[in-house]
C-alpha cells in the first residue's frame, strides 16, 4: 500500500473540527512502519465524559473508507452513550488491516501507545476483529482500555440482551404483542453478538433464518439452532417479519430499502441507515418500526462502563434491560411528533449532550 496515509497527526480546535460535517473534537492519525500499524483513533465529543468506544480492525478498500467509518461510528457512540444515561462521550478507533493475517503483540502494543497519547480523552475496547486477548497488547502500553480479560470481558452477551430487549418493544409496538414464537426473523451477520441473539430468539421459538460471508460459522449454525439459510446476495428478497443486521453498517440504502419485506427492523449494526435522515424517513413512511441501532445495541458499552466503575454484572443486565422501556419511549415519541424514529432518537442524545454542555460553562 502507497505510504500517503497522514501520520501521527492530531487535528484539533478549542471548540470542534467541522470541516468534515460531524463535528469531530479530535482525530488521530496513526501509522508505524516497523509493525505495520495504520490506524485511526477519532474523538467526536466528550461533553459528557470520555469517549469511549471500540477499536476495529477491517481491511478497507482505502484509507477514505477507513475515515468515513470511524467518523460514522464515533458519532454513534456519542449519541448511544447519551441516550444511555452513561457519563461518557463518543469515539471510535480503526486499524487497516486484514484481522486474520496481519494482526501481531507488537502491532497492537503500539497502537496501545498512540491511545496512550490522547491521555484518557479516548478509552478504547474491542470490536469488529478484535479480540479480549488483543487488548490485553493494548493495555501493556495504556490504561485507557476496558473490556479486559479477568474482567468485564467480552460485552457481546450484554449486547445481544439488549438487541434482544429493544426487538421484543419494536414487535410489540408494531402488532401489540412482544411474543416472537413463531415469528420470521432474518439475522444478517452470525459473530459474536449475532450468535447470542440468536440464542436468545431460538428459546422463544421464532423461525430464524441466517447469512454470513463466513460458510463454516453458518454450517454450525444451522446445525445447532435447525434454521434455515438464505445466500448474502438474496436476503432482501426474503419474506420476514423482521430483519435484523447484525454484520456491518449502511445495510439499508437505496438499492435495498424498497425489496425490504418485513415490518420491524431491530439488529446490532452501527450505522445500518446509509443515510439516517433519508432512510429514516423513508421507513417511516413506509410503517417499517425502525429501532435505532445504537440505542438497542448499547448493551457492549454498558458492561464496558460497568468495568470502569465497579457495577455489579446484575445491575448491567438490568441496565441492558431497561432498553425495552427506553426503546417503547421513542417509538411513541416518533409516532407523536410524526418523526422518524431515528429523528426521534437524536433529539433525545442531543438535548442531554446540549444540557450537559450548558452546565460545564
Known sequence: MEDKFIKTS???SSSSIDFFGMNHEKILFCQDKKTGLKAIIAVHN????????????WNYVNDQAALTDVMRLSRGMTYKNSISGL?????KAVIIGDSKTQKSPDLFKKFGE??????????????VGISPQDMLYVYEKTNHVTGLPGKKGD???ITAYGVYMGMKAALKFQTGSDNLKGKKIVVQGIGHVGLYLLDYLHKEGAEITVCDINAESVQKTVAK???????PDKVYQVDMDIYSPCALGATINDSTIDQLKCSVIAGAANNQLM???IHGEILFKKGIVYAPDYLINAGGVMNCYAEIHDISDSKVMEMAGNIYQTTTDILKSSRDEKISTSLAANKIAEKRISDESKMIK
Open 10 to 12: 492530531s487535528l484539533e
Open 46 to 57: 466528550t461533553v459528557c465524559g470520555p469517549a469511549l468506544g471500540g477499536t476495529r480492525m
Open 87 to 91: 457519563n461518557l462521550g463518543g469515539g
Open 275 to 277: 443515510d439516517e435522515k
Open 114 to 127: 498512540f491511545v496512550d497519547l490522547l491521555a484518557g480523552s479516548y478509552i478504547t475496547a474491542e470490536d
Open 155 to 157: 460485552p457481546s452477551p
Open 225 to 231: 439452532y435447525g434454521c434455515n439459510y438464505i445466500d
